[in-house]
């Protein structure tokens, strides 16, 4: 017997979600069902529906983020809930207070669900650990660890583009090493059954134990990227690195930039993704981000969607009678 | 533990749903509301819904609303996990609207329909189909047009089963996941 996942209450529901370790396939298709019904939300008249009135969602962030703080403010409005914006990084915790303090102050203040980053991986998981039962918890990328949003943002994307995961040649490209998104893209397309995952870095930004992860290795872009149907690029993580893991930008964008001619050796409708921000130039061509095959605006809107689909959900097992009725 | 029972088959829903048509026609004529539009409510709505769409002859597509995300219960029961999405391919605004839906009984489900309806704007009228029309409402909201209306009692829960083809069942036994008509 393993160890009870936190993430799921006692009837199997999604409680928290930290991680997309431990998740089984149908709960990823669930997220992702339940995203696709709140992608028209976004297209209507009036933006917004009544689902999470007067809940009021706290946006915990200690480390710096504009597109998710933003995307996960957008989502929660949109499911007409009240949102805290606090930005940590700037306040009490310079002053000395411990993550335990900052969590019971907000509790006082009745929070219902915290939208947590941070620098430190499980910072999420302790949030989750140690919040009144009835607070929900969302990971929005804790150190190294997990970015699961993010995550099932993207393969939202791949599935509206690809259909089904059976059959699929996803390439990840860039710096593993440090990418908690990777990490948490890996295991969810090995749980929803992807052909083959690949990763495509230098041995300076792929960890140690990748081969354990499940994927294909790749030092070579042209040759990683061969016959894929997705690529996923990701950004160099510039303020992640320490030492001399790469020798220059310009020497990466020479072995790993994406250009529209190395992109030939994909399929032809092969879709290419970034979980933004672009450093261009660095990571692509600003012809490969801007070109037909690239799908990271889509990416923007359908992360809209999937954080409405994982608040509502996490929120719909706070409800009293569930069992009962 | 299951003791449902047919309560009516295709043939006899049919029937009602030729007489629906009729009165809804009536309606329509004394409210003098032309070029209508229908929205069913999923999912027993859609499906009354898609035959009375074909038999008025009404010329803009089919309406779906899921209200799920506009429940008064989502405090109590939480999330639907078959929630599909609503979709509306025409204008709202100062469009006749004709709503259908399988049972009414609380009045919940066309409450939460009328909310999201509004969400896409401001409908001329909206006139309420149901081929079922029960007991036990909670909210002030009557059918403009019904095809049946069954003595149950309070226990008793009457279903609309389908796509192809239609049946009326009754059942006793309670249904732990079945929402309020």
């Keep these: 017997m393993s160890k009870p996942n936190i993430q799921l209450d006692s009837h199997g529901r999604l409680k928290h979600f930290l991680t997309i370790d431990g998740l089984k396939r149908e709960m990823l298709t669930e997220i992702l069902d339940t995203a696709e019904s709140f992608t028209g939300v976004s297209e209507r008249v009036v933006k917004k529906v009544p689902l999470l009135r007067g809940k009021t969602i706290c946006n915990l962030f200690f480390e710096n983020s504009t597109r998710t703080r933003t995307t996960f403010e957008v989502a929660a409005k949109r499911l007409s809930a009240d949102v805290l914006n606090l930005n940590v990084g700037t306040s009490s915790t310079t002053k000395g207070e411990t993550l335990l303090d900052t969590l019971r102050n907000l509790e006082a203040m009745h929070v219902d669900m915290f939208v947590i980053r941070h620098s430190d991986s499980g910072a999420a998981h302790f949030f989750a650990s140690y919040a009144a039962p009835h607070i929900s918890v969302i990971n929005a990328g804790d150190g190294q660890h997990a970015h699961p949003t993010q995550a099932m943002l993207d393969m939202f994307t791949i599935r509206r583009h690809k259909g089904d995961f059976a059959g699929l040649r996803v390439a990840i490209v860039g710096d593993i090493l440090h990418s908690r998104v990777a990490r948490s893209q890996i295991l969810a397309l090995n749980t929803l059954g992807t052909s083959e995952v690949r990763v495509i870095a230098p041995r300076t930004l792929l960890p140690a134990d990748t081969r354990s992860l499940g994927v294909h290795v790749f030092h070579d872009l042209e040759e990683g990227i061969r016959d894929v149907d997705v690529v996923i690029m990701l950004r160099l993580q510039k303020e992640r690195m320490t030492g001399a893991l790469l020798p220059s930008e310009h020497e990466y964008f020479q072995l790993y930039g994406l250009t529209e001619k190395r992109l030939r050796a994909a399929k032809p409708d092969a879709i290419v993704m970034h979980p933004g921000p672009i450093n261009r130039g660095v990571e692509m061509d600003s012809q490969v981000a801007d070109g037909p095959r690239s799908v990271i605006l889509q990416q923007v809107s359908f992360g809209i969607a999937v954080r409405m689909a994982v608040m509502s959900m996490t929120m719909g097992t706070q409800a009293q009678g569930a069992a009962a009725r | ?181």
Aim: net charge negative.
């Design chain 2, 1 to 181: 533990m299951n003791n449902d029972k047919i309560y009516m088959q295709a043939e006899a829903i049919d029937g009602l749903i030729g007489e629906m048509v009729q009165a809804i026609k009536t309606r329509l004529e004394v409210q003098q509301a032309r070029d209508p539009v229908m929205i069913g409510i999923h999912t027993g709505g859609v499906w009354l819904a898609e035959r009375l769409h074909k038999l008025l002859g009404i010329k803009q597509p089919l309406g779906t609303l899921d209200i799920s995300f506009y429940r008064d219960d989502f405090t109590r029961i939480g999330m639907n996990p078959k929630v599909k999405p609503s979709q509306i391919p025409f204008e709202v605004e100062d469009r006749h609207i004709i709503l259908v839906d399988d049972v009414l009984q609380t009045g919940r489900t066309i409450r939460a329909a009328m909310n999201e309806i509004f969400d896409y704007g401001r409908p001329a009228s909206i006139l309420l189909a149901t081929l079922v029309e029960r007991s036990g409402r909670e909210l002030p909201i009557q059918p403009s047009v019904v095809g049946v209306r069954p003595p149950l009692t309070h226990e008793q829960q009457i279903t609309l089963t389908g796509p192809d083809p239609l049946n009326l069942i009754i059942g006793t036994s309670k249904q732990e996941t079945r929402g309020t008509s």
